[in-house]
């Protein structure tokens, strides 16, 4: 791949092999040798870290003058494509209808992946000699319980007291079009899984009995409407839900003897870890509940303000498709949480999000050469020959 290759061509020919790989999480299918036989063309050393069947690969270059280490991050897993028959094509055959392309994996992430790739190597031969270095960070267990991908390279990072100075996150963050959003930041993730303790009895004889749903019941309404911190300038308001509520025997004369809840809370950089758990133990023991609580945190809230980075991603996106970017920190948990853990400015771009996940998810073709465009032109910003 040279300079004068056509990048809308090159991002969709690797995008379709990509999405050929039947990588559904934790199984990487080859994408990362696909991945890394590329980098290494380009003088890349690359370094594959496998664990508990997932394959992580941290490459980097060195452009041969001081200055700051960049990093391209994302996942080549994806989640399960479901039920088949309700695919418009099969999804690991990457498919042209309308002016898209589908197949599972198409717009998560597996185009920001091929476009991280083209701009590498359009900005590589343009600038073979450039400040810093370049690296991507590549994972196969993103989209399942992410314990033994992006999480050991940041562990091994932080051991050695190394640090990463800018990290692009190839997530699907535009919403209408592409460059309408990128995301400088995420809110945190706490679940916690509930027992109330009741004593169960016949329904005729409730004297002999603790219903344990009456009991929950008003702690229950008090939690729902609690307000937990307002938020900030980038930040909505922490949220507290219920996602399951479960009691009873099935028998409609029974009293049951235990309730299980299980609840999350989407927290904002303004509230932390003990805090909202202190409350929400306040509230259960005010109510004199017999209860006990499984909690377990899957993301702290992340934030990278305006700056460097954002401006330079800001300025490639008016560039290749005329407009600026909001900045949002909307959405799930995405491996940027335990990235900033090693580096102040991390921000997440990519294609937009309206398919991912879903039956029949695609792509814009005419958004891959803009994408590679973008990528290509915050390397050039950001590493300069």
Known sequence: MHAHQDPALAVRKLTEAL????????????????????????????????????????????????????????????VP?????????????PTERNGRLYGRGAADMKTSLAAFVVATEDF???????????????????????????????????????????CVVGEPT????????????????LSGRLSVKGIQGHIAYPHQADNPIHRFAPALTELAAHHWDAGNAFFPPTS????????????????PGELQALFNFRFSTESTVEALKRRVHEVLDRHQLSYTIEWSLSGHPFLTEPGTLSAALSDAIQAECGLRPILSTTGGTSDGRFIARICSQVIEFGPPNASIHKIDENIQLDEMAPLAGIYRRVLETLLPA
């Open 240 to 255: 507290w839900q219920v996602s399951n509520l479960n009691s009873g025997t099935g028998a409609t004369n029974v009293i």
């Open 174 to 189: 535009s919403s209408e079009r592409l460059g309408d959003m990128i995301k400088n930041g995420r809110r945190g993730s």
């Open 124 to 166: 590589v031969a343009r600038r073979p000699e450039h400040h810093g270095r370049l690296a991507f960070l590549l994972t196969s267990d993103e989209e399942g319980p992410a314990t033994d991908g992006t999480v050991q390279i940041v562990n091994r990072f932080e051991q050695e007291s190394r640090r990463i100075d800018f």
């Open 19 to 78: 999405i050929s790989k039947r990588s559904v999480t934790p199984d990487d299918a080859g994408c990362q040798d696909l991945i890394g036989r590329r980098l290494n063309a380009l003088g890349f050393q690359c370094e594959t870290l496998a664990a508990n069947g997932t394959t992580n690969l941290w490459a980097e270059r060195d452009g041969g003058r001081p200055g700051p280490l960049f990093v391209f991050a994302g996942h080549t897993d994806v």
């Open 81 to 93: 494509p479901g039920p088949l028959e309700a695919w418009g094509s099969d999804p690991f055959v």
